[in-house]
């Protein structure tokens, strides 16, 4: 079974840093990644998803990259703001209808 | 629609009573998916629709539980004889076929079981 972590659990910084968050898994063959946010008593949030066949995606602030051999995945913010605040959730999709999700990063951006 | 819509959002019940919650799909999405997500835990995979295929009901936790897709396009999770234990945010997903199957999630259906 595909074991995902997330470090940190929780993260608090003052708005304007940059931060990385970290996902990694131990079953490598996986098919996609994707990374969503979760805000408080609602559904999740799709941000980026990487095929299997890439290294990165971008969208706005955000940047993930996908390392399969190491089974690792990060996703960077730049310029963090207080909307950013949120659970971020990564899912390794191990075949077309199995993802497995970490337990998050819990993401506090202070004005 | 716009999005994946779940209904109804909050639904409180007695123990032993029987639930029906309901996930419309993003139109011409084929594949959908249900989790259950208990305070402060992960998503746990429950059951998924991927057409007119056999769903996989690999994750369901015990035989109360039992879903259906009819026409491809509407799904009903039901849980029968509900349990304490059930209480849980129940989410909904569908996704396009394809090497870019992004999976977009409704808001969910918040169940107490009192």
């Known amino acids: 079974k595909q074991e995902v972590t997330q470090i940190p659990a929780a993260l608090s910084v003052p708005e304007g840093e940059n931060l990385v968050l970290n996902c990694s898994f131990t079953d490598s063959a996986i098919y996609n990644l994707q990374w969503f946010r979760q805000d408080p008593g609602k559904g999740l949030t799709s941000l980026l998803l990487i095929q299997s066949s890439q290294r990165e995606q971008t969208s706005g602030r955000l940047n993930a990259s996908l390392d399969k051999s190491s089974g690792r995945s990060t996703l960077y913010i730049a310029a963090s703001q207080p909307g950013d605040s949120a659970t971020y959730l990564c899912a390794p999709q191990r075949s077309f209808n199995k993802f497995y999700f970490g337990s998050g990063t819990k993401l506090n951006v202070k004005p | 629609g716009a999005g994946v819509s779940q209904s109804p959002s909050n639904k409180v019940t007695e123990k032993g009573k029987d639930v029906e919650l309901r996930c419309d799909p993003i139109s011409g999405h084929t594949a959908l998916y249900w989790y259950r997500q208990s305070l402060g835990q992960g998503l746990e995979f429950l059951i998924y629709f991927q057409g007119n295929s056999a769903p996989d009901k690999s994750g369901l936790p015990s035989d109360r539980f039992s879903a259906e897709r009819t026409g491809g396009s509407v799904s009903t999770l039901t849980i029968q004889r509900t349990q304490q234990e059930d209480s849980a945010v129940y989410l909904c997903?569908?996704?396009?076929?394809?090497?870019?199957?992004?999976?977009?999630f409704g808001p969910g259906t918040r169940l107490t079981v009192l």
């Open positions: 997903a569908s996704s396009s076929t394809g090497p870019r199957n992004e999976q977009f």
